[in-house]
């Protein structure tokens, strides 16, 4: 057991680093030739790979968004449980300290 949970973890890891890098090359390589000019769009290999390199950015970028927005709003109710009193709300003469010799 301890095996398998150390796995998922390395696992895991290994998928945020490639994720991390891909966004990164994705983006520089765009940034690199963001000024390419080719006469013959439908067979230049520059502009297939600046498409796919655009589509990696938005299909993560979307992703990480409802990622975020997810874990925001567990962390948020996640907060408002552990903060939580219980009060009781039976009140009786002596909880409001009502003197009772007349």
Do not use: W
């Not at 796995?7 to 390419?36: D, G, P, W």
């Not at 067979?43 to 655009?54: A, K, L, T």
């Amino acid at each position: 057991m301890k095996y398998s949970i150390s796995l998922k973890r390395i696992l895991s890891f290994v998928a945020i680093i490639a994720t991390v890098l891909l966004i990164q090359f994705s983006s520089a390589f765009m940034a690199e030739h963001a000024y390419h000019h080719c006469d013959d769009q439908a067979h230049c290999p520059i502009c297939s790979v600046i498409n796919q390199c655009d589509n990696n950015i938005r299909t993560i970028g979307a992703g990480l968004l409802l990622l975020a927005c997810i874990v925001i709003v567990f962390s948020d109710i996640l907060a408002e449980i552990n903060d939580y009193n219980y009060q009781s709300v039976q009140t009786t003469l002596v909880s409001q300290k009502v003197r009772l010799d007349s």
